[in-house]
């Protein structure tokens, strides 16, 4: 007698003919949607993807309902109207990458990456100059802001989790309303309070100090939330193995949290990166590489950026469309290389 091993089966996957008629759906929603554009006043992009997800959304609910019932019908209506706010959210991102590639592609050379601007103007032929002083400018500034952001806002973090003590709330509500702070009250604020007073002259570490006001907030409330989620026993044991509060929270908490506190320090410099503002009030803008952000001018990208579209010339829209590519480059790069360092640690846990 033989016995036969029972294959599992996973009903809930979807087979060929699942696939094949989603794809005629969409084909049809696309006639439609040409056909609708062509016999009415409807015109454009805009025309086109409007008409495209109405009839996706009405053949694919009828389906159902023939098909299924009306419950699946309500479900498949549903359905469509959620793919078409990931689609609307995901469409303006293209756009700007797309817009930013389209424009800044012709700007990019060798010599971009290696010379300043002390020896060109914005007016001057592309090949003329580069943006090494600008990049240099730009991962300086969010060094300091990091060096000096980052401290606090964990700090901040574990003394609203772990000692919640009486400021709690105070300090709560004032991270909370420092979030919604505009950009240029911070740099009034530096340069009003520090640089017109105590330094008189401009320097990296102005605009770092005003990035620095910006950046705490974001690092604090992410910080917090991440806290949050360690759960209170691994506290409660490291308390009964005879750890302090202090000695727990340094030895179990925060590594448990490193993860998170990575993603809070991205958020943080996601926030600052391309600040203009405050760097235009308070960096002067330097055309030339400064070793020194403590002293002097500092270029930056945004002021880059900035100064080469006032310029208004063909050669300098081009120069600021290419510094745009630049600075959105740089924070792929270390929104890749965080999460990254992120993932490892996870995975060595």
């Not at 060094?143 to 709560?172: D, H, N």
């Not at 640089?195 to 990296?204: E, V």
């Not at 500092?298 to 050669?315: D, H, R, T, V």
Request: avoid cysteine; charged fraction near 10%; proline fraction near 6%.
């Amino acid at each position: 007698m033989t016995h036969s091993t029972a294959v599992p089966t996973k009903p809930w996957a979807k087979k060929p003919i699942d696939y094949l008629r989603n794809l005629s759906f969409f084909l049809v929603a696309i006639l439609s949607a040409y056909v609708v554009v062509a016999i009415t006043p409807m015109k454009g992009k805009l025309g086109y993807a409007f008409t495209f997800f109405v009839a996706y959304a009405f053949i694919t609910s009828l389906f159902a309902l023939v098909s299924l019932g009306i419950p699946a019908a309500k479900d498949a209506f549903i359905k469509s109207f959620v793919a078409l706010g990931a689609v609307m959210t995901v469409i303006p991102i293209v756009s700007i990458l797309g817009t930013v590639l389209k424009n800044g592609l012709p700007g990019i050379h060798l010599g971009l990456f290696t010379h300043d601007m002390s020896m060109a103007t914005p007016t001057d032929p592309i090949e003329n100059g580069g943006l090494l002083h600008a990049i240099t400018g730009t991962l300086t500034l969010v060094l300091l802001a990091l060096i000096m952001s980052v401290p606090l806002g964990i700090l901040t973090a574990l003394y609203l989790t772990e000692i919640r003590g009486k400021f709690s709330g105070p300090i709560r509500f004032l991270v909370q309303a420092m979030s919604g702070v505009p950009s240029i009250v911070a740099g009034l604020f530096i340069l009003s309070a520090v640089l017109y007073p105590i330094a008189k002259n401009y320097s990296g570490l102005m605009g770092a100090l005003a990035l620095t006001i910006l950046m705490i907030p974001t690092v604090a409330r992410t910080s917090e939330e991440v806290l949050l989620l360690i759960p209170n026993d691994l506290r409660e044991a490291g308390t009964a193995l005879g750890g302090t509060q202090w000695r727990t929270v340094a030895m179990i908490v925060l590594p448990a949290a490193r993860s998170g506190l990575i993603t809070a320090m991205i958020l943080g410099v996601a926030r600052i990166a391309g600040e203009t503002a405050p760097i235009l009030l308070l960096t002067g803008g330097g055309d030339k590489v400064n070793p020194n952000a403590f002293s002097g001018p500092l270029g930056s990208l945004p002021y880059y950026i900035w100064k080469s579209f006032n310029a208004g010339s063909p050669e300098a829209i081009t120069r600021a469309w290419a510094g745009l590519l630049v600075l959105v480059l740089i924070i792929l790069i270390l929104f890749t290389l965080a999460r990254t360092l992120s993932s490892r640690n996870v995975a060595r846990r």
